[in-house]
Structure formats: C-alpha cells, structure tokens
Nanobody, 121 residues
Framework: QLQASGGGLVQAGGSLRLSCAAS????????MGWFRQAPGKERVFVAA????????YYADSVKGRFAIYRDNAKRTVYLQMNSLKPEDTAGYYC????????????????WGKGTQVTVSS
C-alpha cells in the first residue's frame, strides 16, 4: 500500500529525493512520515507531515538539511535530502497512520518497504 523509491548511492554533500506513493485515497488524510534504520541499529524517526501541511516534524539530526512535503492529489510524500552525510546511510521507510503522535513514536499502522540510501565519504 506504500511504495518507497528514490534511494541510491551519493557522495557526501550531495542530494537525493525519496518518494512514497500510497495506493489508496485513505492516505491522503493521514499523517505520513519517514524513518530510517542503519545496520545494527534501531529504526528511528526522521520526519513527518500531516495531511494539510500545517504540522511538520523533524529529527534534530536532519533539521535544516531534509524537507518533507506531500502532494495529496498524487497521494505521495517526498523527502528531499540535502547536504547528505555518511551517517545518513540507512534503509529509509515511509509510514502512515491516523495519529501524528503515534506515527512519530514509530507506531504506524502502515509501512512501506525500505529504500536504501548510501552516502560515501
């Protein structure tokens, strides 16, 4: 129901844009977000945005470098990642649920398969 894409290999300082397309209209009203999981580490919150765009949240580690935005007509949420660092290397997962706080805590009902981002130094 959620399909993430856009990962790849990039040099430090570069940019990537991830996309997550939702297959059902229901998601156009849900908060949606991104998480990431590095090898041997837990999955952590990256960014989230509600359906209207009035509430946006970021992890401290990505503030000022990443931007989350969405196109509700396309049922797609994007993660623009700039000034990438090697420590941003991880599998990135999009998620959606009906409650923003639950989403931010990692309790999403819906998860997409990950897309790998690798940042070389």
């Amino acid at each position: 129901q959620l399909q993430a894409s856009g990962g790849g290999l990039v040099q430090a300082g570069g940019s990537l844009r991830l996309s997550c397309a939702a297959s059902e209209r229901t998601f156009s009203k849900f908060p949606m977000g991104w998480f990431r999981q590095a090898p041997g580490k837990e999955r952590v919150f990256v960014a989230a945005r509600n359906w209207s765009g009035g509430s946006t949240y970021y992890a401290d580690s990505v503030k000022g470098r990443f931007a989350i935005y969405r196109d509700n007509a396309k049922r797609t949420v994007y993660l623009q990642m700039n000034s990438l660092k090697p420590e941003d290397t991880a599998g990135y997962y999009c998620a959606a649920t009906s409650n923003m706080e639950r989403l931010r805590r990692g309790g999403a009902e819906y998860w997409g398969k990950g897309t790998q981002v690798t940042v070389s130094s």
